[in-house]
């Protein structure tokens, strides 16, 4: 089952759930701008096996990215498509490091091309036709540049891919939190990669652990972990926590409920940006890998969510 932009939990308690949200930036409000944010979450079988997916993607929103809403759309649509594609179980594979080597030599590759494909056939319905040039087409992938997130989540493995800026995030035993991919170093200020960006594809960051004792898994655009000062600040960990524990005594049914009203607040008291989140509630294994096998496992380091957040 496929839900875009809405906030109705997907999937099924031997693997999971998810639910996603995206608020309007109040800054974009103010300017009479769309949300350049999208994103999917889908819960069904690929090739035989039980899988949740999301995705999450954030137009740049600039004057050189005038058609960002429409390049964030599809990208998310393009990475629902890509992670629905059956991927062999680890089972064949010796090892989760070798897992983890065929998700990044496939995945990247896959999502941009497709992106590339579906804007330059919008730009050429919507113009009719792109403009000739040694950088004619670049300058026109250009306008729809947008970051995106990704994650997909079997019986045994939890695969991640990112590129650009924005927060994937899991949040084990309600208590520990891994950032699961770090960041560029090599970035000053708000720039961000991008899906637009020349040779995009060695600009992908991914990273595959296993589903374990399952946790908490969190998509978010950047304009959230901005209202709080940022991923590394205090305040925006004890917000991861406070919402685990939100659902724990909840549910997450009723949280969902509850993200629009959140991320509004965010935006007006903080960023002011587009704010998408999408959480993942992952049930633990039945078996869990074995400690052998987990090699490639990488690590990164009270809020009330009603509350407003302070920079």
Request: with cysteine; glycine share 12%.
């Amino acid at each position: 089952m496929v839900r875009e932009n809405g906030i109705l939990p997907v999937g099924a308690a031997d693997l999971g759930w998810a639910v996603g949200c995206s608020c309007r930036g109040a800054s974009h409000v103010r300017a009479g701008k769309p949300c350049q944010d999208a994103f999917g979450v889908w819960s069904g079988a690929s090739g035989g096996y039980p899988c949740l997916i999301a995705a999450v993607a954030d137009g740049h929103g600039d004057s050189q990215h005038d058609l960002s809403e429409v390049g964030s759309a599809i990208a998310a649509r393009v990475a629902m498509n890509e992670l629905l594609s059956p991927v062999p179980e680890d089972a064949l594979y010796d090892s989760l490091l070798s897992m983890g080597e065929a998700f990044s030599a496939t995945l990247p590759r896959r999502i941009s091309d497709r992106w590339a494909e579906e804007v330059i056939a919008d730009a050429a319905t919507r113009f009719g036709g792109i403009p000739t040039g040694s950088n004619g087409q670049e300058m026109v992938v250009r306008r729809y540049g947008t970051t995106l997130l990704t994650a997909r989540i079997s019986s045994r493995l939890i695969m991640v891919g990112q590129i650009g800026d924005g927060d994937i995030l899991l949040l084990r035993n309600g208590q520990r939190l891994e950032h699961l991919l770090d960041s560029p170093h090599d970035l000053v200020g708000t720039t961000t990669y991008s899906l637009s960006s020349r040779n995009a594809i060695p600009l992908w960051r991914t990273a595959v652990l296993p589903r374990g004792e399952g946790g908490l898994l969190l998509l978010a655009t950047d304009g959230l972990s901005d209202s709080f000062g940022g991923s590394d600040h205090p305040q925006f960990t004890t917000f991861v926590r406070s919402l685990g524990e939100r659902i724990a005594e909840f549910g997450i049914g009723r949280v969902a409920q509850s993200l629009p009203g959140w991320l509004s607040a965010y935006s007006q008291r903080g960023s002011g940006d587009d704010i998408t989140l999408v959480l993942v509630m992952i049930t633990p294994e039945t078996e869990p890998m074995a400690e052998a096998d987990q090699d490639a496992t990488e690590e990164g380091s009270g809020y009330d969510p009603a509350d407003r957040p302070e920079n």
